[in-house]
């Protein structure tokens, strides 16, 4: 079922304040549309929304000319509205793409929800982790580097509240 509506913006628009006209009007051709075609899902098309959005949000289009469309689909029925005389494009459903590397192992697992997911989880986590220090050996030797001096620094630190700790008491015992 196809029609073709003037939808009348301006009155729904100036209810709003300046900063919100745009997307005010955006919801009242929504709302037109549910009226008049009974059905709740409303999707706008490409070109209609940049006609709405065309002078920014402070000024919107006193009244916009579109074509509705009611869609029946496996998912459910929508209505789709786009400007008049405008090719309708088809709206493509977004597949879910798997994630490669460890990220998409760990997802696999999780998915079978059980004790032996999250073993096979920990054992894909150690897998990643010995590839790492094979392809660069040096990274594991530097961190241990880093790692001794940060405990040389504690060790000074540490010496040095002594050693002002100690001075502070000699001093507080002559006063």
């Known amino acids: 079922m196809e029609r073709?509506?003037?939808?009348?913006?301006r009155k729904e628009w100036q209810k709003a304040p300046m900063y919100k006209r745009t997307k005010k009007a955006t919801a009242a051709t929504k709302a037109f549309l549910v009226k008049h075609m009974k059905i709740a899902?409303?999707?706008?098309?490409?070109?209609?929304?940049m006609k709405l959005?065309?002078?920014?949000?402070?000024?919107p289009p006193h009244k916009?000319?579109?074509s509705v469309e009611l869609i029946k689909d496996k998912e459910g029925d929508y209505v789709y509205a786009e400007l008049v005389g405008?090719?309708?494009?088809?709206l493509k459903r977004e597949k879910t793409e798997k994630k490669t590397g460890l990220a998409g192992k760990i997802d696999e697992f999780r998915g079978k929800g059980s004790e032996q997911a999250e073993h096979k989880v920990e054992e894909v986590k150690a897998e990643e982790k010995?590839?790492?220090?094979?392809k660069n050996p040096k990274a594991e030797s530097q961190n241990k580097i880093e790692a001794?001096?940060?405990d040389k620094k504690k060790d000074m630190k540490d010496r040095t509240k002594n050693v002002f700790s100690d001075s502070n008491k000699q001093q507080r015992s002559k006063k």
């Open 148 to 150: 001794e001096k940060g």
């Open 64 to 66: 916009v000319e579109v």
């Open 86 to 90: 405008v090719k309708k494009e088809t």
């Open 130 to 134: 010995a590839i790492k220090e094979l």
């Open 4 to 9: 073709t509506y003037i939808i009348p913006l």
């Open 53 to 59: 959005w065309s002078q920014g949000y402070r000024h």
């Open 41 to 49: 899902n409303v999707k706008l098309g490409r070109h209609l929304n």
